[in-house]
């Protein structure tokens, strides 16, 4: 059981952590997920930067069906920082004045318009927040790995978001996150005070264990329920199951949607070894044809090779699987 996750497991935990998310939504509404696709008459979308190309935009937008309260029903929650940050991961790629208006018009279309309004007007205040955490991250008062650091800057953050958004916005967008990393601060805290006994410090880690509300525990068990969850389907596999029987396995274990998402990430990872399958037979080929030419003609040739068959961020994963 104690083992290091690998990548598909980090994947199959974010699966588990969708449902989680969905708890987390302000107001006891039901919330209508907004499509993707622009509106009618909407322009064509701009290139997409290296960095995004091969994936899905991160951040499921969301407006309450009776558009209320004020903001035109918006649902202010981490999908739409979510939404933000994967836009802004393209900087150094784009400018951010380029990018701030693609995701201005990416919410025109996807919105209506008072909604729109209201979220742009986030995303506004997002681009200052994250430019001043910039200035604050360089005091030298919350510099190191310690644990009173690690509380100074989350303190500090928390302070700092105080200026720019209201109390029901830093909930919806910062307070799970927050809640998780106050949970694990307080947890080094304890086992780090040389004051406290070894009985004292189970005792304060079990009061924390209790005080935990239920979608923070649900994040903190998701890894160790990702493992338990790989190690069944390895041994069904083994013994010969289909693939209806490993979804019905984990249909029961989490929820129909969630089988259906890692059945699809089943399929996704074959189709990776196939690649990853392909090109190392392609790349024992051109190592063989190129084995008189000089060793920077046939690196030269290794890159294209990966270039043609791989994005950069795939191509950063092949070195796990050089032989």
């Known amino acids: 059981m104690a083992k290091i ?3 598909r497991s980090w994947a199959l935990v974010a699966v588990i952590l969708l449902g989680i998310a969905v708890s987390l939504v302000a107001w006891n509404r039901e919330p209508v997920p907004v499509p993707a696709s622009g509106a009618v008459g909407a322009t064509a979308a701009p290139a997409t930067p290296r960095t995004m190309q091969g994936t899905d935009t991160d951040g499921q937008i969301q ?3 009776d558009g209320t309260p004020a903001g035109g029903g918006l649902v202010v929650d981490a999908e739409l920082r979510k939404f933000f940050d994967y836009h802004l991961s393209a900087v150094g790629e784009k400018s951010l004045d380029a990018i701030r208006a693609e995701v201005e018009q990416a919410l025109d279309q996807r919105l209506p ?3 729109a309004a209201y979220a742009k007007r986030l995303l506004a205040l997002y681009l200052a927040f994250k430019t001043a955490l910039v200035d604050l991250e360089q005091r030298p008062e919350l510099a190191g790995h310690g644990v009173a650091a690690l509380r100074a800057r989350l303190v500090g953050m928390q302070q700092l978001r105080a200026r720019y958004f209201d109390e029901r916005e830093v909930q919806g967008m910062f307070g799970f996150d927050d809640a998780y990393d106050l949970d694990a601060i307080s947890r080094m805290e304890i086992s780090q005070d040389k004051t406290l006994s070894d009985t004292q410090k189970q005792q304060g880690l079990a009061a924390l264990d209790a005080a935990r509300a239920p979608e923070l525990r649900d994040a903190h068990d998701a890894p160790m329920a990702v493992v338990r969850l790989e190690e069944t389907t390895a041994r069904m596999r083994q013994n010969g199951a289909s693939d ?14 969630a089988a259906s998402r890692l059945a699809e990430l089943d399929r996704e990872e074959a189709a990776w070894k196939a690649r990853i399958q392909a090109y190392l037979a392609e790349r024992d080929r051109l ?8 060793e920077p003609v046939r690196l030269a040739a290794l890159a294209a090779l990966q270039e043609s068959q791989f994005t950069p961020d795939e191509q950063r994963r092949l070195a796990a699987y050089e032989r």
């Open 5 to 7: 996750l690998n990548h």
């Open 63 to 65: 407006v309450l069906a």
């Open 113 to 115: 318009s008072a909604a």
């Open 244 to 257: 209806d029987e490993v979804y019905r396995m984990r249909a029961a274990a989490f929820d129909p949607q």
């Open 287 to 294: 190592l063989r044809a190129n084995a008189r030419e000089p």
